[in-house]
């Protein structure tokens, strides 16, 4: 189902599958796996699996019937690129992009190495309104996402530096258009550092990249943990919303 999306960057979600399985350490405290719960709990239709990865055909025309031009953020409960969604249903996501054009498509996925192998087999063109990005939590597993992400000819890729869970160092943002950082929320929320946040938003001042703070997360810009945050997304005195342009 598509709704309007609480998440900053982007305006209204689309989940034409939903549950996911962890890989990395930023699936650790998975946000989409505790509301996925609350919501089988509700009785929610597309819910009745929990975390359990489900493919809602009936979810593909909904955007279809949408004619504002809408920003979407595609599976925010899952990822689109997860090993047991056939590319057969993959393709069905992408015909629904390309037939509307009115629309951007934000596709995040922690399944990079994947994500290329869908569209280097077949030739597979990505879509002018289709966004590719890739999760950056660390740089062990960050990282090379990064790379692998870089060979996709997509019109617009971006970062999701989100949860930032230690100092990544030095980024090469060849071809990164976006960059976007935020750190983890919830009762468990690991701490995120300042100089960890200046150095990637310094870095993409420096190549040119648009940067999106999103948020501190569980823990203030002090280094304290807080139940409600104040300010919560404020950095170097002010807030970050830069969107890439294409």
């Not at 599958?17 to 929610?44: D, F, N, W």
């Not at 949860?163 to 980024?171: A, M, R, S, V």
Request: proline letters at 5%.
């Amino acid at each position: 189902m598509t709704t309007r999306s609480k998440i900053e960057w982007t305006e209204q979600t689309w989940n034409p599958t939903t549950g996911c399985t962890k890989i990395s350490p930023g699936c650790k405290h998975c946000y989409a796996e505790t509301m996925a719960q609350r919501l089988k709990a509700m009785g929610v239709r597309g819910y009745e699996n929990g975390f359990g990865l489900s493919l809602l055909p009936e979810r593909l025309g909904e955007p279809l019937k949408r004619r504002k031009p809408t920003i979407y953020f595609v599976n925010s409960m899952s990822d689109l690129f997860h090993e047991e969604i056939p590319f057969n249903f993959i393709d069905q996501v992408f015909e629904v992009i390309r037939t509307t054009p009115q629309h951007t498509y934000q596709i995040l996925t922690k399944r990079a190495k994947r994500m290329r192998k869908y569209f280097t087999n077949n030739k597979r063109i990505v879509p002018i309104n289709a966004w590719l990005g890739v999760s950056v939590e660390d740089r062990k597993c960050g990282l090379p996402r990064i790379d692998t992400l870089r060979r996709v000819d997509a019109n617009i890729r971006f970062l999701s530096i989100e949860p930032l869970l230690n100092d990544i160092g030095k980024l090469d943002l060849t071809d990164i258009h976006w960059v976007i950082v935020g750190g983890e929320s919830g009762s468990k929320a690991r701490p995120m550092k300042p100089e960890w946040v200046e150095a990637i938003r310094k870095q993409c001042r420096q190549q040119d990249v648009a940067f999106f703070f999103k948020q501190w997360g569980g823990w203030g810009a002090d280094g304290i943990r807080r139940a409600k945050k104040e300010n919560g997304r404020i950095l170097a005195g002010r807030t970050w919303d830069e969107m890439p342009v294409w």
